[in-house]
Every structure is written in structure tokens, then in C-alpha cells.
């Protein structure tokens, strides 16, 4: 079954602890980004990559990292999570990253920094 | 000021209306519009694509429209079902790496 894969669905951290939300699609797509999504102000893009090793800021990049080493994984990293970055957040994947191929959403990861 | 902007926010209706959410955009050069289902707790799937040349695309009971000259779509939901209720998001594209999100309309079908 063609899906994206993200892990975990919810977590709950404090204030400076380093932690890494894991994404991983089998569809073999170049295009990954991650969302993140607060009421009221829709899905903002946090990073995006094109293909392996190419990666790029978003609309609200501050205070995240991401890595694409393999193909198929995404990992979004936050170093030293602040309660601001409390957000539910999406993994996406398509083949571009022009919106003419639909892009597959993760299940989502509820993280909340107290 | 978000590029693409949705109303109404939230709207309720009865099971078996008919019910036309709307999306307003000034993304500029036009690529794409898409609409996304969101249950809630889930990702977005999406339910229809629409170019610059296209002025209507159905998928089942959801029909959309598109206005590319005064920048406006329609998701209109013909017969609703329970399982209508969700958010809408309706997402334009001004290129490669440029899509932009609308905040989106939460729909409830009450029976």
C-alpha cells in the first residue's frame, strides 16, 4: 500500500530536550516536505527537499533541521524544542513539487513542548 | 495577508444538503488549484485538480469550479453525507515549490 509513514503519531517533550520526528514514504517520490499545522492559519511549509542530499528552507524554517540521506526517509529534527513549536505536523511526499502531482500526507504527529 | 483565503471557516449542515464552499486566491502566476479532504486527526487527500484552462472538475458527489480571471474556486458538495464532515483545504500553486495552503473550512453534516 502506497503511504507515508510518520512516527510517532503523538508526543509530549519539555522545553530543550533534542528530538527527531521520523517520516518514510515507499512511493519512490523525490519531493518531501514537512507542515506544520495551527488553528486558524492552515498548513505552513517548515522545509522541503527535491531529492537526496537537496534541502531547503520553507515559510517557517526557524528552529528545525531535516536531513535526506535516503531516498524514501525525512526525518525532521528539532534541537531544542520550545513550546511556540507545540503544532501538529505533516509529512508530505509526491513525485514535484509544482502541485500537479498530488502530494500524500502522514498521518500527523500532535507534539506538544511544555 | 494569506494568498489564498476560505470561507466560510466553519458551516454546518444537514445530512442530504447540497452545501459550495469558497476559496479566493491572489497567488500570482497560476499554476494549479487543488482541493484536499481532511478527517480529523489525518493527513489531506485529495479530491480534485484544476489548471488554468479548466473551469470545472467533479470526483463523485464533489464538483469544482474555477474563475482564473477573477481568482476564484468553488467546492460544491452535492447530497452530503455523514462522512462529508471534514475540513476543506484549498491549495494553489504558482510553480515549482510554491504552493500555498488556505486555512480551510470545517464542514459538519448533522443527520
Known amino acids: 500500500e502506497a503511504q507515508v509513514t510518520q512516527n510517532p503519531r503523538y508526543l509530549i517533550t519539555v522545553t530543550g530536550k533534542k528530538l527527531t520526528v521520523t517520516c518514510s514514504q515507499n512511493m519512490n517520490h523525490e519531493y518531501m516536505s514537512w507542515y506544520r499545522q495551527d488553528p486558524g492559519l492552515g498548513l505552513r511549509q517548515i522545509y522541503y527537499s527535491m531529492n537526496v542530499e537537496v534541502t531547503d528552507k520553507g515559510d517557517v524554517p526557524e528552529g528545525y533541521k531535516v536531513s535526506r540521506k535516503e531516498k524514501r526517509n525525512f526525518p525532521l529534527i528539532l534541537e531544542s524544542p520550545s513550546p511556540n513549536q507545540t503544532s501538529l505536523y505533516f509529512c508530505?511526499?509526491?513525485?514535484?513539487?509544482?502541485?500537479?502531482?498530488?502530494?500524500?500526507f502522514g498521518q500527523g504527529t500532535r507534539l506538544t513542548v511544555v | 495577508k494569506n494568498q489564498v483565503e476560505q470561507s466560510p471557516q466553519s458551516l454546518i449542515i444537514l445530512e442530504g444538503k447540497n452545501c459550495t464552499l469558497q476559496?479566493?486566491?491572489?497567488?500570482?502566476?497560476?499554476?494549479?488549484l487543488r482541493w484536499y479532504k481532511q478527517d480529523t486527526g489525518r493527513g489531506p487527500v485529495s479530491l480534485t485538480i484544476m489548471t488554468f484552462s479548466e473551469n470545472t472538475k467533479s470526483n463523485g458527489r464533489y464538483t469544482a469550479t474555477l474563475d482564473a480571471d477573477t481568482k476564484q474556486s468553488s467546492l460544491h458538495i452535492t447530497a452530503s453525507q455523514l462522512s462529508d464532515s471534514a475540513s476543506y483545504i484549498c491549495v494553489v500553486s504558482g510553480g515549482n515549490n510554491d504552493m500555498r495552503f488556505g486555512a480551510g473550512t470545517r464542514l459538519t453534516v448533522k443527520p
Open positions: 508530505a511526499s509526491s513525485f514535484g513539487g509544482d502541485g500537479y502531482t498530488e502530494a500524500f
Open positions: 476559496c479566493n486566491y491572489t497567488v500570482s502566476p497560476f499554476s494549479n
